[in-house]
Each structure stands twice: as C-alpha cells, then as structure tokens.
C-alpha cells in the first residue's frame, strides 16, 4: 500500500478511536441500548462463544506469535521474528497501560458471563487479536497475504463481537480496541526497516 494510503487508515483508525472513547464517556445510554440489544446470548450459545472468546486472551495469542517466531526463525528470518515479538508485546503493553489511564469500569459484574478483572477501555481481546493476527498476516508470503489478512479480519471480528455479547464489554470499547490495533499495525509497519 502507498505511503498516502497508509497515512489515510490510520488517521481513520485514530479518528475511530478517539470517536469510540468520546462516545463511551459523553453518550453511556448510547453504550447500554446497543448491550440490551446483543445481550445475553441465549444459555445454548455461551459455551461456543466462550471457547471463540479465548482466541483473543493473550494466553492464546502469546504462543500462536511465539510459535510463527520460531517457524521465522528456522526460516533465517530472525529480523522478522523479532520485529514480530516486539509488535505483539508492545501492543500488549500499550492496551494495559490505557486501560489504566482511562480506567472505564465494566459492565454491571453481576451479568458477566466471563471472568475479567482488568479496566474496560479499550477492549485487549479485540486489540490484541487484530494486532496480532494483522501482524502476523503481514509476515506471510506474497502470495498468501491477501488471504491471511481476511482471516485475520474475519478472526479478530468475531472474537470482538463475543465481548460485549457476554456482557464483559461496552460495544465502544470493543471499536476503540479496533481501531488502535489497526493503527498500530499501520504504524509499526512503515517503522519495519527493511529487512538487512
């Protein structure tokens, strides 16, 4: 993609994020209407949405990039790999740090279908897949690129979309957590130098 076309999405990701963070704070009914209307998940439906949940814990998405790290490795691709390690923890670490510095409280505990105990905004199960799943999928071979980015679209929606379903998570926390991973993965890609 062109530098202009890069510089395009991420203002959009980041007009995004500031949207989804004006909203939670200046229109909370806005938040609450969209929560009554997806949830709760019928009693049948929440185990496949927890087991879909999980792809986006870190305990999950940690191995996965560990696992591609070693596969780029082996392949004598260790620039690659470490450039991917550092993506995914520096991510990590940069969604802990705003939820603690927004400190947005979640949804009522008592209807939570899901343990959490972290801060509510942004959403880490939909940064933190798109992020890292974006990330890997820009490793990918040429030819499989274009494939490996929709699935990790299609994986990261999904996984976001359980979040407020099982009443852990405000909708505009779930967009904000979106849209910072899609600009990180922008950014973090023009800062890749070239491989050596």
Do not use: C, Y
């Not at 909370?28 to 009693?43: I, Q």
Request: net charge positive; aromatic share 6%.
């Amino acid at each position: 993609m062109t530098r202009r076309g890069d510089a395009a999405l991420a203002s959009a990701a980041a007009i995004s994020f500031l949207a989804a963070l004006l909203l939670a704070w200046a229109a909370p009914g806005f938040d609450e209407a969209v929560l009554r209307a997806l949830a709760p998940a019928p009693d049948w439906a929440v185990p496949p949405l927890l087991a879909l949940t999980r792809l986006g814990n870190f305990m999950v998405l940690g191995p996965v990039a560990l696992i591609v790290a070693v596969l780029l490795l082996v392949q004598g691709r260790s620039h690659d790999a470490m450039w991917l390690g550092a993506g995914v923890l520096l991510l990590r670490a940069l969604v802990e740090t705003l939820k603690l510095l927004i400190a947005r409280a979640r949804p009522a505990v008592e209807n939570q279908l899901d343990l959490v105990h972290s801060m509510s905004f942004p959403s880490g199960h939909a940064a933190n897949t798109l992020g890292t799943a974006v990330l890997i999928a820009l490793l990918a071979p040429p030819a499989w690129r274009r494939r490996a980015m929709a699935i990790a679209v299609v994986v990261a929606v999904a996984v976001g979309i359980t979040r407020p379903v099982l009443l852990v998570h405000w909708p505009t926390d779930v967009v904000g957590g979106w849209a910072l991973a899609g600009g990180f993965a922008l950014l973090w890609r023009r800062l890749r130098p070239s491989r050596p």
